[in-house]
């Protein structure tokens, strides 16, 4: 699949339309202008959700109702029209200029982006890793995304009746009430343990060893209950777990036990990357699990998404660019950012290159020496 | 100042209050009814009265009714062995549209929701369990109850909950089936309720 053009109407600063290449192409201009307007404008296209704001309103553009997003996708010969508006309260997306509810409009477009946000899933918390994993999930399946929102729901509900009972003389009373909760939790927990680490060995096998020299990245599925029995009876051993852990649970008020605690490791050379890895080991593990995903979603529909670099010279150096455009040229579509004029002159016979002036793309004959 | 007389504000101000009514369909509404004959609101004024005196909830299933107890309660010809519970009037509605069922109902006026304050005590639960006492004669004995609650995150746990704590009764727990619509074509199926439907597959 490729992106072939995309329209901004009331999008931060941007505006006007743009014609890509189905391979390789570079945004350049003066910082501010509007480079990662745009790369947020195709990720929001194709997932409805931004790698900059978990408020997607923000960039509505001051003053306006709502923003509007269009894009044409083609498929081989097949070319479908996609819109995203975004309003105060609501997104809403459309299929051919018609209404197509939002199960159905992902996956027209697929996009794995690779930003200075997303370091935090190799230097952050293991909620950020989690969000990795389930992001990709849902590139591939979905339903995923529903059984993940009902665990999320039924533990939120949990929740309000641990911190009710662990304020109360008579938490005892709450056993009963809290039953029925666990028994969901443990099913959906099921669901999402095997899913996650179903995932998590897909990823594995497509892990490309060796791709930036000797740097090689090993990943495991970390569940919360590791090693505290036996993970093959996953539902077994959760409602064993919060068995015992419930007392804890209600004198603390909130829920100790369950896929929500878990975390994806990542070692580099052996070692915790989060902890021990260097910045630059930190981009590369990144990189190949960005790279990994991608081959996984091509196992899977045989073709690849969309590959988007947000200020691409800030996070790599110029060796690991090469080696990175190298690998995605012929596969994936890719659009990059970069301040610098001269890595869009770099690969300007291999590559599509445009220039970014207040959140405008210059025609050629506009396009100035910076 | 206010923009309209009071009048006119206060009615605005009432239509807000409505479920699904914003400002602006709660101005359009006020407008409607200031441009509409006096007899024409007279109707609607009296069809909102009678409804409040008239309807009550009836003491054994807390169905909306006219009458207590209501018909279904009050019908001879329904099976007292079986009783459907449902979480709201409408979706009684729902299933006797059906004309499949016979037996009796529960409506219990919500789901359990921690967030939102509603535990057992707020839900029609305790005359639920009282129905299922058999009265001395030993007649209308309930045999079986079947959990028609929402198939959703609330309405899960509810099922749950009823199901723990009529089990031990001695009386037959069941829940209602989820999957795919019938008479509808596959592709038209949701991934979610797709998923669902292929995890509770049977053998035929």
């Given at each position: 699949m490729h992106l072939r053009t995309i329209e901004a109407v009331n999008f931060r600063n941007l505006a006007g339309s743009v014609e890509f290449s189905p391979g390789l192409n570079v945004i350049y201009g003066a910082n501010a202008q509007g480079k990662s307007g745009w790369l947020e404008a195709v990720y929001l296209l194709a997932t409805t959700k931004s790698f900059r704001t978990s408020h997607p309103r923000e960039a509505i553009r001051h003053g306006e109702k709502e923003a509007i997003l269009r894009g044409s996708v083609a498929r081989g010969s097949l070319?479908?029209?996609?819109?995203?508006?975004?309003?105060?309260?609501?997104?809403?997306?459309?299929?051919?200029?018609?209404?197509?509810?939002?199960?159905?409009?992902?996956?027209?477009?697929?996009?794995?982006?690779?930003?200075?946000?997303?370091?935090?899933?190799?230097?952050?918390?293991?909620?950020?890793?989690?969000?990795?994993?389930?992001?990709?999930?849902?590139?591939?399946?979905?339903?995923?995304?529903?059984?993940?929102?009902?665990?999320?729901r039924a533990l939120k509900q949990k929740n309000a009746l641990l911190r009710e009972a662990s304020e109360t003389d008579d938490p005892l009373r709450f056993l009963d009430l809290i039953a029925p909760w666990n028994d969901q939790l443990i099913t959906l927990g099921a669901e999402i343990h095997s899913t996650r680490t179903g995932y998590v060995d897909k990823l594995r096998e497509r892990l490309s060893p060796g791709l930036f020299?000797?740097?090689?990245?090993?990943?495991?599925?970390?569940?919360?209950?590791?090693?505290?029995?036996?993970?093959?009876?996953?539902?077994?051993?959760?409602?064993?777990?919060?068995?015992?852990?419930?007392?804890?649970?209600?004198?603390?008020?909130?829920?100790?036990?369950?896929?929500?605690?878990?975390?994806?490791?990542?070692?580099?050379?052996?070692?915790?990357?989060?902890?021990?890895?260097?910045?630059?080991?930190?981009?590369?593990?990144?990189?190949?699990?960005?790279?990994?995903?991608?081959?996984?979603?091509?196992?899977?529909?045989?073709?690849?998404?969309?590959?988007?670099?947000?200020?691409?010279?800030?996070?790599?150096d110029r060796t690991r660019i090469e080696i990175l455009l190298n690998y995605l040229d012929g596969r994936a579509q890719t659009i990059v950012s970069t301040s610098k004029r001269s890595i869009a002159d770099r690969y300007r016979d291999r590559a599509a290159t445009f220039q970014v002036q207040s959140g405008q793309f210059l025609s050629a004959n506009q396009r100035t020496n910076m | 100042m206010l923009d309209y007389a009071e009048p006119v504000t206060r009615l605005i101000d009432e239509f807000k209050r409505l479920p699904g009514i914003g400002h602006k369909s709660a101005q359009r509404l006020a407008f409607h009814i200031l441009k509409t004959p006096q007899e024409e609101t007279n109707r609607l004024v009296d069809a909102i009265r009678e409804v409040k005196e008239?309807?009550?909830?009836?003491?054994?299933?807390?169905?909306?009714?006219?009458?207590?107890?209501?018909?279904?309660?009050?019908?001879?010809?329904?099976?007292?062995?079986?009783?459907?519970?449902?979480?709201?009037?409408?979706?009684?509605?729902?299933?006797?549209?059906?004309?499949?069922?016979?037996?009796?109902?529960?409506?219990?006026?919500?789901?359990?929701?921690?967030?939102?304050?509603?535990?057992?005590?707020?839900?029609q639960i305790k005359n639920l369990i009282e129905r299922l006492r058999p009265d001395e004669s030993g007649e209308g004995e309930v045999r079986e109850m079947i959990l028609a609650t929402n198939p959703n995150t609330e309405g899960e746990a509810t099922a749950n909950y009823l199901a723990r704590l009529i089990k031990p009764l001695g009386v037959r727990v069941t829940r209602i089936a989820m999957g795919l619509p019938v008479g509808g074509d596959l592709e038209y199926a949701d991934e979610v309720t797709m998923h669902k439907a292929l995890t509770n597959r049977h053998d035929i």
């Amino acid at each position: 699949m490729h992106l072939r053009t995309i329209e901004a109407v009331n999008f931060r600063n941007l505006a006007g339309s743009v014609e890509f290449s189905p391979g390789l192409n570079v945004i350049y201009g003066a910082n501010a202008q509007g480079k990662s307007g745009w790369l947020e404008a195709v990720y929001l296209l194709a997932t409805t959700k931004s790698f900059r704001t978990s408020h997607p309103r923000e960039a509505i553009r001051h003053g306006e109702k709502e923003a509007i997003l269009r894009g044409s996708v083609a498929r081989g010969s097949l070319v479908k029209e996609i819109q995203l508006l975004i309003a105060e309260t609501t997104k809403q997306t459309f299929l051919n200029a018609k209404r197509e509810p939002m199960i159905r409009y992902l996956g027209n477009l697929d996009a794995i982006a690779f930003t200075a946000e997303d370091m935090q899933v190799v230097r952050g918390a293991p909620d950020a890793r989690r969000k990795f994993l389930d992001r990709a999930i849902f590139g591939i399946q979905p339903s995923f995304l529903g059984t993940l929102s009902e665990y999320n729901r039924a533990l939120k509900q949990k929740n309000a009746l641990l911190r009710e009972a662990s304020e109360t003389d008579d938490p005892l009373r709450f056993l009963d009430l809290i039953a029925p909760w666990n028994d969901q939790l443990i099913t959906l927990g099921a669901e999402i343990h095997s899913t996650r680490t179903g995932y998590v060995d897909k990823l594995r096998e497509r892990l490309s060893p060796g791709l930036f020299q000797h740097e090689t990245i090993e990943i495991r599925y970390k569940s919360s209950l590791d090693g505290k029995g036996d993970l093959s009876d996953y539902a077994g051993l959760l409602r064993e777990r919060m068995g015992l852990r419930l007392k804890n649970e209600i004198a603390i008020g909130y829920s100790l036990v369950g896929p929500h605690r878990d975390d994806l490791e990542i070692l580099f050379d052996g070692y915790e990357i989060a902890r021990f890895g260097s910045s630059g080991q930190q981009r590369s593990a990144l990189l190949i699990l960005d790279l990994a995903q991608l081959s996984v979603y091509h196992d899977v529909f045989e073709e690849h998404p969309i590959f988007l670099i947000d200020d691409l010279d800030a996070e790599l150096d110029r060796t690991r660019i090469e080696i990175l455009l190298n690998y995605l040229d012929g596969r994936a579509q890719t659009i990059v950012s970069t301040s610098k004029r001269s890595i869009a002159d770099r690969y300007r016979d291999r590559a599509a290159t445009f220039q970014v002036q207040s959140g405008q793309f210059l025609s050629a004959n506009q396009r100035t020496n910076m | 100042m206010l923009d309209y007389a009071e009048p006119v504000t206060r009615l605005i101000d009432e239509f807000k209050r409505l479920p699904g009514i914003g400002h602006k369909s709660a101005q359009r509404l006020a407008f409607h009814i200031l441009k509409t004959p006096q007899e024409e609101t007279n109707r609607l004024v009296d069809a909102i009265r009678e409804v409040k005196e008239k309807i009550v909830f009836c003491s054994v299933c807390n169905n909306l009714t006219d009458t207590d107890p209501c018909r279904y309660c009050a019908s001879p010809s329904r099976d007292r062995s079986i009783i459907c519970v449902v979480e709201e009037p409408y979706n009684l509605v729902a299933i006797e549209k059906t004309r499949e069922y016979h037996g009796l109902y529960h409506v219990l006026h919500g789901a359990l929701s921690p967030i939102r304050g509603i535990g057992p005590e707020e839900l029609q639960i305790k005359n639920l369990i009282e129905r299922l006492r058999p009265d001395e004669s030993g007649e209308g004995e309930v045999r079986e109850m079947i959990l028609a609650t929402n198939p959703n995150t609330e309405g899960e746990a509810t099922a749950n909950y009823l199901a723990r704590l009529i089990k031990p009764l001695g009386v037959r727990v069941t829940r209602i089936a989820m999957g795919l619509p019938v008479g509808g074509d596959l592709e038209y199926a949701d991934e979610v309720t797709m998923h669902k439907a292929l995890t509770n597959r049977h053998d035929i």
